[in-house]
């Protein structure tokens, strides 16, 4: 059977000077503090299931419902922080682990507003959940600002536990540190970045080799079957056509290499730079995917860092190839703007769109990397990218990257 326990835990009264002097106060307020640390050990220990707060209208009885010992044991053992929340954000039960996180001691935390432990824009956010906390629970990341002055990253996990409005814990609240999960992530994309710069410096080199020794190789046996063919006598008519076909095909695997070369990385982008590379694949696209491609934006635009070129490149031809496997698509437009520091790219397609915010696995096909990559180049050179889509009304995806330009410009488009 569960002892039921008042007590009476009040932060707001100040200690008063009464007829003993200090040394009655200070022993006044020591038998206080034992009196909370025995609430609080009982608490814990599942001895006590109602606590009475003082408040500013008077005191308040908080009944700890389901606080059942068995319970309590488990949620102290959890790794992860657990509380227990009025709609105001007055904490009435915290386990040891959150206590932990925020580096306080727990009847520091007990009682008092969970708000003094977020940022002005967290206590924001959080504020609503609390007031109206979806059924079906709610989460959202913020950076817990411990006791010590240090900071940690966390996933709050919100859940009502009674009707709001009603005396009482209303909310339940798990607080998952995020520290490790945050360190992992910035592990992986530094290790992507790192793959993308690999990729890239193997396929500069590939296409190199490709076009100084390949195709100046088919190119010197082209020039070869050119001399043999002048030099044949007449009567040899046979030969000269079969060595004029035998060029033909030479000619088609020479222009084969070049192609494979310039997909694997444009010399153009090296040497002209990113806007007359984005004309030439535009073209070429529009051709092979007969779209009507249309190339907008600025005339002049200064010469970007390398990494910001290739980035944009690369995320235009990912873009493109969407366009031509998934839009069905009439009209293609791809808008260069410079606009201060900034560079923005942004392909708009009238083709039948998707929507973004349903995870790939749950449409019809099963989620590639396309747009994953995407996000991973535009963030590698520390810019950001954006999907709008709507089913039936096509899509447009904007980069956006910030640069320090250099004084080069290129010709007019
Ligand atoms: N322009 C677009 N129009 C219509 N749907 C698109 C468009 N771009 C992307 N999608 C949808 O988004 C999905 C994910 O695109 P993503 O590029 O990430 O993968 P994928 O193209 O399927 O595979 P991968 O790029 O790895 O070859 C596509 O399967 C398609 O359903
Ligand atoms: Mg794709």
Same mark, same amino acid.
């Given at each position: 059977m569960k002892t039921t326990r008042h007590r009476s835990s009040s932060r707001s009264a100040p200690a008063r000077a009464t007829a003993g002097g200090p040394f009655r106060e200070l022993a006044e307020l020591r038998a206080r503090l *034992?009196?909370?640390?025995?609430t609080l050990r009982a608490i814990r220990s599942g001895e006590v299931d109602t606590v009475v707060v003082a408040?500013?209208?008077?005191?308040?009885?908080?009944t700890l419902q389901g606080a059942e010992h068995a319970y309590r044991v488990l949620i102290e053992s959890m790794n992860e922080g657990a509380l227990t929340l009025t709609a105001d954000a007055v904490i009435l039960y915290a386990n040891q682990c959150f206590a932990g996180m925020i580096k306080l001691p727990l009847e520091q935390v007990m009682s008092g507003s969970f708000h003094r432990f977020l940022s002005a824009a967290d206590q924001a956010a959080v504020r609503p959940l609390l007031k109206r906390p979806a059924k079906s629970g709610s989460k959202?990341? *913020?950076?817990?600002? *411990?006791?010590?002055?240090s900071q940690l990253p966390v996933l709050i996990s919100i859940r009502p536990l009674a009707t709001p409005g009603a005396l009482g814990a209303t909310i339940?609240?798990?607080v998952t540190d995020m520290t490790e999960a945050r360190q992992s992530e910035e592990r992986l994309r530094a290790l992507s970045h790192r793959l993308v710069?690999?990729?890239?410096s193997e396929r500069r080199r590939v296409a190199v080799e490709l076009h100084e020794n390949i195709s100046q190789l088919t190119y010197a046996i082209l020039m070869r079957c050119d001399t043999l063919a002048r030099k044949l006598p007449a009567r040899a008519h046979t030969s000269r056509v079969e060595l004029l076909k035998l060029r033909d095909l030479l000619d088609q695997a020479t222009e084969e290499v070049r192609r494979i070369a310039h997909g694997l990385r444009p010399s153009a982008l090296d040497d002209l730079g990113l806007l007359p590379v984005l004309r030439m694949a535009c073209e070429q696209h529009g051709e092979r995917a007969r779209v009507q491609l249309n190339l907008e934006g600025v005339r002049r635009i200064a010469r970007l860092p390398a990494a910001v070129e290739t980035a944009l490149y690369r995320i235009l031809q990912e873009v493109l190839k969407n366009v031509e496997q998934h839009a069905r698509a009439r009209q293609v437009t791809v808008c260069l703007r410079q606009q201060g520091d900034a560079v923005q790219l942004a392909i708009t397609d009238d083709g039948i769109g998707f929507d973004p915010d349903r995870p790939p696995a749950k449409r019809k096909r099963k989620g590639g990397l396309g747009l994953l990559s995407m996000r991973e180049r535009a963030a590698s050179v520390g810019g950001a990218l954006n999907v709008k889509s709507t089913?039936?009304?096509?899509?447009?995806?904007r980069a956006q990257i910030p640069f320090h330009s250099c004084a080069l410009t290129h010709p007019r488009l």
């Open positions: *034992a009196e909370a640390d025995e408040g500013k209208q008077g005191p308040q009885v908080f959202f990341q *913020a950076v817990l600002h *411990a006791g010590n002055g339940g609240m798990v710069d690999v990729q890239e089913p039936g009304q096509g899509t447009t995806i």
